[in-house]
């Protein structure tokens, strides 16, 4: 996991303390299909089933750096799938913060949940 944040910093696309943090402490392999553990920490989208995807770690890295958030913040995901951007934003504002998830497809929001509960965040 460590050498795909340094990864990630190398290419300057993480550089936010409080993100790189997250990314540290949030683990992509809790939130992909056990057949792709070996690969969870590779640079680019695993399949989490019905179709969908954990994105790239990149796009997730340059998506929060765009979105910069900010401990105590209200976040909304949508299209919330594996839950790794959730529990990332939930890492990122803290107790005082607030990120909701929402999937529609019920396979996934069960995957969701299940990756969720690993972490010690109210759901």
Partial sequence: MEQLVKHLITRGVLRTPR???AFRK???RDFVRPEDADRAYSDYPLSIGAGQTISQPYTVAFMLELLAPR???KILDIGSGSGWTTT???EIVGERGKVTGREIVPELVEFGRKNLAKYPFPQ
């Fill in 88 to 90: 990332l934003l939930a």
């Fill in 71 to 73: 401990p105590g913040e």
């Fill in 19 to 21: 993100i790189v943090v």
């Fill in 26 to 28: 949030i683990d992509r």
